[in-house]
């Protein structure tokens, strides 16, 4: 597992023990075994870690550096803006740019190893050998499904998918006020900027959309691992064990 030694100072050092063990732990089912005594040790350290506001932070400054890229972009781009403006503005845009991609990178692949680590424990009990029951995990049929669907409502994860869902939403609302405007909008102040309009949105609707696919899939991931648990959910996908 790769990713947990890339993480760096993203993630704090009682995740990284966790997301270590991962790393070393043995393939064989069987060896496995003696790993259920720190699996929930484990996902409570990953359960804190996933709730980050160090990598929510770092994520709002790439952001912001993004929309500064953006900003110098539609300065280089700005139709009758002086020479001197436009150089400038497209020096912004490349070191702002190119400073937001790397730590837009950083984020999302601390991030992932996180969760991969946390999928990783939670589905523990179903590489064990059959017999080896862990306690908590399918020995409840009714607490099982209720717990599975109630995961998503736990701890901050509302509030990260809907962060997700106003992240790819609002690019969405931005353009439909600078090019349509409404019944009672007549948008004059871009004419004749279509080129730095059309760099700024697009680049809102690019950061929108893959700043929803990071923080939703994680959401997605974490959910899927749980839903195991769940004898309705195993029903319907055809699995009996």
Do not use: K, N
């Amino acid at each position: 597992m790769t990713g947990a030694r890339s993480a760096g100072r993203l993630v704090g050092a009682d995740a990284l023990t966790w997301m270590e063990r991962v790393r070393t732990a043995p393939g064989e089912p069987q060896a496995q075994v003696d790993l259920v005594w720190e699996r929930s040790r484990a996902l409570r350290a990953l359960e804190r870690e996933s709730d980050s506001f160090l990598r929510l932070g770092a994520g709002l400054a790439a952001f912001a550096l993004w929309c500064l890229a953006l900003a110098g972009l539609a300065a280089a781009l700005w139709d009758g803006a002086a020479v001197g403006v436009r150089v400038v503005g497209g020096l912004v845009a490349a070191a702002a740019g190119v400073a937001a991609v790397l730590g837009g990178l950083a984020v999302w692949r601390a991030g992932r190893a996180v969760v991969t680590a946390y999928c990783w424990w939670t589905l523990l009990p179903e590489r064990l050998p059959e017999g080896v029951a862990v306690a908590g995990w399918r020995d409840d049929a009714v607490r099982d499904a209720v717990l599975a669907r109630v995961f998503v409502f736990s701890g901050w994860r509302p509030l990260r998918i809907g962060l997700g869902a106003a992240a790819a939403l609002a690019p969405a609302a931005f353009v439909a006020l600078a090019v349509e405007g409404g019944p009672r909008y007549t948008p004059t102040w871009h004419e004749g900027q279509g080129a730095a309009l059309t760099a700024v949105v697009v680049g809102l609707v690019i950061a929108g959309l893959m700043t929803a696919a990071v923080v939703l899939g994680g959401q997605f991931r974490a959910a899927a691992a749980h839903s195991e648990r769940d004898p309705i959910w195993r029903r319907i996908t055809g699995r009996s064990r």
